[in-house]
């Protein structure tokens, strides 16, 4: 049966009571400035400035527990994972995505994308109806099921009614959006397959980016150090391939790679850098094959 | 040939009828004709098959869960005869096989069992008019003790037939996955046991029938 969620608002932070049973610390209101349009907009965050318990920080994503499963790919995504805040229960709805979830960020606003695929198969498992019980995944897609009637809530080409079904605004906090944020962290929270399934969809997208990656710059041969700063720059978005092909022609590939969008994101590739000093040995010890389409 | 053997030709062969339907590791689908292939022809009278291996008189055009027929279709096929407990849904054969009843086929923990061609992987689910499934191999066993001695009522569950095993990863076919007769791929450990978040598996069927 569904687990009723009540909202907790104490000051600028957001936690719900389950069933009324345990708090859930769900995040606080935070205010995006966007500096193109100059429009505030509001949502709910837990990144570690932000959130006030170590509830975030409970799950984090190591790759030691999840080696024995995905091997080489448990430690490649570890670095995109810390610089993504690392946190299984992950949140951000502030932003044009309007919902963000998980350690690899997967965002809500791509069709067909990392969030998409991701929230569709956990919408299989069937703890479905004590968080989403009106949702059903039919031909594929994300319905809404309303007395009866399957409403899609995405596409081929849009996500727009699972995003307003996440968060209906970037005006205000609404209950909706806290809501559907306690019921994901709550979830994760507490079923370890929810988070087998997340790092299981972190690891096809590092996957389908290294692949990408490879028919357009060449990485065939390629250390898989090199291969995880390529992966997370095209994780990010924080530059394009003739930049990182440039990188990869420089006469210290790693180095370059490792500045490549420093002044966009200057944060970012502070964390990377610091993220791969003690891990890149062990990234290096295999190169990608594109043969095999597998770190040997 | 042995019994599996067998068994694995049934799942692939029906697989085949269906035009091989498959979702990959990844999640991504390919080889679906149609979103709900089980509502066209000649596919929904295939499913009328499947039924008849129970007993039961729906010709496939029909609203009920179909997978577990599916899965007793197959071991009909291949000549189990009276060593499979046939029935039209999961938790009633597997209740059946975790008593003992059935040498061949034995109720295994899927956080413990490497997983060999001709198993079943067995896994919970909800859907319409079902009551909370077992989370756990452990629940999931005393839940088929209470069914199997008339003390409960069945669950809703999924079994898929395991076709191939290799490393780190397993493909299985199954009934009313997706709508259609599917062959899946899930990811195993570095052991060789299930470790896949897209279901939560709660048993594996070994299968030892000759």
């Known amino acids: 049966m569904a687990i009723h969620f009540d909202i907790v608002r104490d000051g600028t932070s957001f936690s719900a009571r389950a069933d009324n049973g345990a708090t859930v610390p769900i995040g606080a209101r935070v205010r995006y400035h ?5 429009v505030d907009r509001f949502g709910l965050s ?35 994972a810390i610089c993504e805040g690392q946190s299984f229960l992950s949140l951000n709805t502030y932003d044009r995505a309007r919902f963000t ?3 690899g960020q997967f965002a809500a606003h791509v069709p067909d994308g990392d969030f998409v695929r991701w929230f569709r198969d956990m919408l299989q498992r069937p703890e479905v109806v004590d968080y989403f019980p009106n949702l059903e995944v039919r031909g594929g897609r994300i319905v809404k099921v309303e007395a009866g009637r399957a409403a899609p809530l995405e596409s081929a080409s849009s996500t727009e009614p699972l995003q307003l079904y996440l968060n209906p605004t970037l005006d205000e906090v609404e209950d909706a959006e806290a809501i559907a944020a306690a019921k994901l962290i709550h979830w994760t929270n507490g079923h370890p397959g929810a988070r087998l399934l997340q790092v299981q969809h972190m690891v096809a997208t590092a996957r389908a980016l290294v692949r990408e990656a490879d028919r357009r710059l060449g990485l065939d041969g390629r250390g898989g150090d090199i291969c995880c700063v390529v992966m997370d720059v095209r994780h990010q978005g924080r530059a394009g391939f003739a930049e990182l092909q440039a990188a990869l022609a420089a006469p210290r590939p790693y180095e370059a790679l490792l500045e490549v969008g420093v002044v966009g994101e200057p944060g970012r590739v ?9 891990r890149r040995a062990a990234l290096a010890a295999r190169t990608w094959s594109r043969a095999a389409q597998a770190f040997i | 040939m042995p019994f599996v053997d067998d068994l694995i030709a049934i799942a692939r062969r029906e697989s085949l009828r269906w035009g091989g339907p498959a979702e990959r590791l990844d999640g991504s689908l390919v080889g679906f004709a149609y979103p709900r292939m089980e509502n066209k022809a000649p596919y929904w009278g295939y499913v009328g098959d499947y039924w008849q291996a129970v007993g039961s008189g729906l010709d496939g055009r029909d609203a009920p869960a179909w997978s577990a027929a599916f899965i007793s279709y197959c071991f009909k096929e291949a000549g189990a005869g009276a060593r499979f407990p046939y029935d039209q849904n999961h938790s009633k054969y597997a209740a059946a096989i975790g008593s003992g009843s059935f040498a061949g086929l034995s109720l295994e923990d899927p956080a413990t069992t490497v997983l060999a061609p001709g198993d079943l992987i067995w896994a919970s689910r909800t859907g319409d008019d079902c009551r909370t499934p077992p989370a ?11 069914i199997f001695q008339g003390r409960a ?13 290799r490393g ?23 052991a060789g046991r299930i470790s896949d978040g897209r279901r939560n598996f709660i048993g594996v069927i070994r299968d030892t029938l000759l």
């Open chain 2, 136 to 146: 756990t191999f452990a629940a999931a066993k005393a839940e088929l003790r209470r």
């Open chain 1, 46 to 80: 837990n990144d570690a400035p932000h959130f006030g318990s170590a509830e975030a920080r409970r799950q984090l994503y190591r790759a030691t527990d999840y080696r024995g499963t995905h091997d080489f790919w448990a430690d490649f995504i570890e670095p995109t």
């Open chain 1, 270 to 278: 502070a964390n990377l850098k610091l993220a791969m000093r003690s």
């Open chain 2, 168 to 190: 780190g990863e397993v493909d299985v076919i199954g009934g009313n996955v997706k709508q259609a007769v599917t062959r899946t791929t899930y990811k195993l450990d570095g």
């Open chain 1, 34 to 38: 966007n500096r193109r349009t100059g």
């Open chain 1, 101 to 103: 979830f998980g350690f």
């Open chain 2, 153 to 165: 009522d069945t669950f809703c569950s999924h079994s898929d037939i395991v076709v191939a095993v």
